[in-house]
């Protein structure tokens, strides 16, 4: 399928991102594809350094002309979150990812790409592995767990890197260059369940949340689509009010860094009470529908019959984990008031499991002021004393600041005007980078800057890549590279 490819002078790339695509690399499931890189390096003679963590180094020394020029680090991760949709076949502990050319874009069938952040690998491959492209000293560095947590990145060991430029490819929107991004916490609220016998003149009932787009739960946050969890929250808070209902189960969202889009809700209730159960559905769908006509308007509110459950939460269990689901913060916090739209603060309740003794309720906590994200941290911890659950905090990281002073930047700019004949954008992003992490192991002393092609939907389903953006972001890559001296 990529043959179509072959007059690209990113073709190279492509082919690598192919064969990558071939290995299993959900996070925490890296082992294969770091093994696969440190093989690329021995193949090509590079000296590579694989770590516990799984990251991998690779360095290549400059070429003719350039062996004294300062080194420059480019830097993705190999991981990729793992959705599909529900009449999808495929095992990402071992399928492969199929790709299909459509236009301008490259999509995968019915699972996410991987181009967030396979493209990125791919382009450090073709460089390293070309004999004719011109560049300074290279330090590949590709991380493990960067959309867990940054895992790998959190492991990094600073001795084994001397550049101080580093060129983060993990951005996604072409001409768009990132100098600042925000720190993150993973929060998960711990509520202990306890179980009763299921009453024998209930019936059991399964209702769904279908439908919604859902997305990076930093980079789309800004367009309030409609969260799963909190939509199943609100309708469960008010069925309570009208009926007699018992909850065996809830489950909702797949990423707790992904906007979830679905959520499975096992609930049962007397047959005296299913008209009200299903008025109570059509109403609650029509209320989502008409509030998300535009953002998600293929969101759907269904119940249907499901097979006997013989255990469920006490009643007192049961409010807990509806009340904590509806009052846990969601969404935009805070707004910059320096850069204009740039979302400040935010929190994701991306994922909701019943497991065998609790239900946790897993969120992703963001901000570029320190102090912002702690204060959302604080909120959470207020709720889990007020329902009397745990709460634990994970895969703490930190912002990156905006750096005034930075030569990498205006090396870039002019590049992007020289090429293009106008001037690219400085931004921020309301993501966790690993530029954040990484600058904080240096304390200060990286000038980065973070830059990638158009990919849209990342960490969906229909995640899909522009094929010509990738093809002028290679471009622009390699002039950086040689201006680089």
């Given at each position: 399928?990529?043959?179509?490819?072959?007059?690209?002078?990113?073709?190279?790339?492509?082919?690598?991102?192919?064969?990558?695509?071939?290995?299993?690399?959900?996070?925490?499931?890296?082992?294969?594809?770091?093994?696969?890189?440190?093989?690329?390096?021995?193949?090509?003679?590079?000296?590579?350094?694989?770590?516990?963590?799984?990251?991998?180094?690779?360095?290549?020394?400059?070429?003719?002309?350039?062996?004294?020029?300062?080194?420059?680090?480019?830097?993705?991760?190999?991981?990729?979150?793992?959705?599909?949709?529900?009449?999808?076949?495929?095992?990402?502990?071992?399928?492969?990812?199929?790709?299909?050319?459509?236009?301008?874009?490259?999509?995968?069938?019915?699972?996410?790409?991987?181009?967030?952040?396979?493209?990125?690998?791919?382009?450090?491959?073709?460089?390293?592995?070309?004999?004719?492209?011109?560049?300074?000293?290279?330090?590949?560095?590709?991380?493990?767990?960067?959309?867990?947590?940054?895992?790998?990145?959190?492991?990094?060991?600073?001795?084994?890197?001397?550049?101080?430029?580093?060129?983060?490819?993990?951005?996604?929107?072409?001409?768009?260059?990132?100098?600042?991004?925000?720190?993150?916490?993973?929060?998960?609220?711990?509520?202990?369940?306890?179980?009763?016998?299921?009453?024998?003149?209930?019936?059991?009932?399964?209702?769904?949340?279908?439908?919604?787009?859902?997305?990076?739960?930093?980079?789309?946050?800004?367009?309030?689509?409609?969260?799963?969890?909190?939509?199943?929250?609100?309708?469960?808070?008010?069925?309570?009010?009208?009926?007699d209902f018992k909850v065996a189960s809830l489950n909702g969202g797949a990423k707790m860094n992904a906007i979830?889009?679905?959520?499975?809700?096992?609930?049962?209730?007397?047959?005296?009470?299913?008209?009200?159960?299903?008025?109570?559905?059509?109403?609650?769908?029509?209320?989502?529908?008409?509030?998300?006509?535009?953002?998600?308007?293929?969101?759907?509110?269904?119940?249907?019959?499901?097979?006997?459950?013989?255990?469920?939460?006490?009643?007192?269990?049961?409010?807990?984990?509806?009340?904590?689901?509806?009052?846990?913060?969601?969404?935009?916090?805070?707004?910059?008031?320096?850069?204009?739209?740039?979302?400040?603060?935010?929190?994701?309740?991306?994922?909701?499991?019943?497991?065998?003794?609790?239900?946790?309720?897993?969120?992703?906590?963001?901000?570029?002021?320190?102090?912002?994200?702690?204060?959302?941290?604080?909120?959470?911890?207020?709720?889990?004393?007020?329902?009397?659950?745990?709460?634990?905090?994970?895969?703490?990281?930190?912002?990156?600041?905006?750096?005034?002073?930075?030569?990498?930047?205006?090396?870039?700019?002019?590049?992007?005007?020289?090429?293009?004949?106008?001037d690219a954008q400085i931004d921020a992003i309301h993501a966790g980078l690993e530029c954040g992490l990484l600058?904080?192991?240096?304390?200060?002393?990286?000038?980065?800057?973070?830059?990638?092609?158009?990919?849209?939907?990342?960490?969906?389903?229909?995640?899909?890549?522009?094929?010509?953006?990738?093809?002028?972001?290679?471009?622009?890559?390699?002039e950086v590279l040689k201006e680089i001296k």
């Open positions: 399928m990529l043959e179509s490819l072959k007059n690209l002078n990113s073709y190279e790339a492509f082919k690598y991102f192919k064969e990558m695509n071939q290995i299993p690399r959900g996070s925490g499931n890296e082992k294969a594809v770091s093994d696969w890189l440190v093989a690329f390096a021995k193949k090509h003679n590079l000296e590579v350094i694989q770590d516990e963590a799984l990251n991998v180094i690779i360095k290549k020394p400059g070429t003719k002309g350039y062996e004294n020029a300062p080194t420059v680090i480019l830097q993705g991760h190999m991981d990729m979150v793992c959705e599909k949709n529900l009449d999808t076949v495929h095992d990402f502990e071992k399928d492969p990812i199929k790709f299909i050319v459509d236009g301008d874009f490259l999509r995968a069938d019915g699972t996410t790409l991987g181009a967030d952040d396979g493209i990125a690998v791919a382009f450090c491959l073709a460089i390293l592995a070309s004999d004719d492209i011109p560049h300074p000293p290279l330090e590949v560095l590709i991380t493990t767990e960067e959309e867990t947590g940054m895992g790998g990145a959190i492991a990094v060991d600073p001795k084994n890197l001397s550049g101080r430029y580093l060129i983060n490819i993990d951005s996604e929107e072409e001409g768009k260059l990132l100098v600042s991004c925000a720190g993150g916490v993973r929060e998960l609220i711990k509520l202990p369940i306890k179980w009763e016998d299921a009453p024998y003149d209930y019936v059991t009932y399964l209702v769904k949340i279908r439908g919604l787009k859902g997305g990076h739960s930093g980079m789309e946050i800004n367009k309030y689509r409609g969260n799963s969890n909190k939509l199943m929250a609100r309708f469960l808070n008010d069925l309570e009010s009208a009926i979830p889009r679905e959520f499975d809700a096992v609930i049962l209730v007397k047959d005296e009470n299913k008209v009200a159960l299903e008025e109570k559905v059509k109403e609650w769908n029509a209320i989502f529908k008409n509030e998300l006509q535009a953002q998600d308007p293929d969101v759907s509110l269904t119940f249907e019959e499901h097979e006997r459950v013989t255990k469920v939460f006490s009643d007192e269990t049961a409010s807990k984990a509806i009340m904590t689901l509806l009052i846990i913060p969601n969404g935009i916090q805070t707004m910059s008031m320096a850069i204009e739209g740039l979302v400040e603060s935010s929190t994701n309740i991306g994922v909701v499991t019943t497991e065998e003794d609790k239900i946790v309720f897993e969120s992703a906590l963001r901000s570029s002021v320190k102090t912002l994200k702690y204060e959302i941290a604080e909120r959470g911890k207020a709720i889990a004393k007020l329902v009397g659950a745990e709460i634990e905090f994970l895969s703490d990281y930190p912002e990156w600041q905006y750096n005034p002073d930075s030569k990498l930047r205006e090396i870039c700019l002019k590049v992007y005007k020289d090429m293009y004949g106008k600058g904080d192991k240096f304390n200060g002393q990286l000038d980065m800057i973070s830059m990638g092609p158009n990919l849209y939907d990342v960490h969906t389903p229909d995640e899909h890549l522009s094929i010509s953006s990738a093809e002028r972001m290679w471009n622009y890559l390699i």
